[in-house]
């Protein structure tokens, strides 16, 4: 099955493609580009696979959460892809990416994801990884210095991995029942694994948890 990636949740934006069981992964860039750099890297990569357009059999993008700009960029592209191929869309969010990443990288136990949200927080979801990927609740929006006080204080051993914990890796790496597995973007190679046996999606809702930027700045404004 030949099948497309796209990961937009970061300031990364990286591609991935599966075509006769051979994967084929990349980031494009790490600044926030993902207007610039998306289409083009597509092509690019869809070229190097000796690949046209119209033999992709399913396309996968990440819902988030994530940044909200590049979240759009990435989920407006899947779909129009997918639509204008006549060809399946499945979804993916980047923190079960970052467990599926740390399950096959044999990280066992629990695992906290953390991807950064800006404005001082972080998006979390906790995970058990044992024989498989086991989602513990549901994805929140928290401060990272809560949540290093909350495991901290628990005594239960953790493993922290993603962006946020980068940006805040002094506070992660400080909780002493604690380990970090260090990955900035949410593995795209998983997303193309899900991707194979995930039922599509009919209706694609991004993972936002919260208004964007632009919103809550012009919010600030207006109560000042």
């Known amino acids: 099955m030949n099948i497309l990636a796209i990961e937009t949740a970061t300031p990364y934006c990286a591609l991935g493609i599966v075509t006769n069981g051979h994967y084929l992964s990349r980031v494009l860039d790490d600044s926030r580009r993902h207007t610039e750099v998306l289409a083009p890297g597509i092509e690019a990569m869809l070229a190097?696979?000796?690949?046209?357009?119209?033999?992709?059999?399913?396309?996968?993008?990440?819902?988030?959460?994530?940044?909200?700009?590049?979240?759009r960029v990435g989920i407006a592209s899947a779909i129009g892809?997918?639509?204008?191929?006549?060809?399946?869309?499945?979804?993916?969010?980047?923190?079960?990416?970052?467990?599926?990443?740390?399950?096959?990288?044999?990280?066992?136990?629990?695992?906290?994801?953390?991807?950064?949200?800006?404005?001082g927080e972080v998006f979390v979801q906790r995970f058990t990884l044992d024989d498989d990927v086991t989602p513990v609740g549901a994805p929140e929006v928290l401060a990272p210095r809560s949540v290093v006080i909350e495991w901290a204080t628990s005594g239960?051993?953790?493993?922290?991995?993603?962006?946020?914990?980068?940006?805040?890796?002094?506070?992660?790496?400080?909780?002493?029942?604690?380990?970090?597995?260090?990955?900035?973007?949410?593995?795209?190679?998983?997303?193309?694994?899900?991707?194979?046996?995930?039922?599509?999606?009919s209706h694609v809702v991004p993972l936002y948890l919260r208004e964007a930027d632009a919103v809550a700045n012009f919010d600030t404004r207006i109560r000042q």
Not at 51 to 70: I, K, S
């Open 48 to 71: 190097e696979c000796a690949l046209a357009a119209r033999d992709l059999e399913r396309v996968v993008v990440d819902v988030g959460p994530g940044l909200f700009t590049g979240l």
């Open 81 to 119: 892809l997918a639509e204008g191929l006549g060809c399946p869309l499945v979804t993916v969010s980047s923190l079960e990416l970052l467990a599926h990443g740390a399950h096959r990288a044999h990280v066992h136990g629990t695992l906290l994801c953390c991807v950064d949200g800006r404005r």
């Open 156 to 201: 239960a051993p953790v493993t922290f991995s993603g962006d946020g914990v980068t940006r805040y890796f002094r506070d992660f790496n400080a909780v002493p029942n604690g380990e970090v597995f260090e990955q900035n973007v949410p593995p795209v190679d998983e997303a193309l694994r899900l991707a194979e046996t995930r039922e599509p999606s």
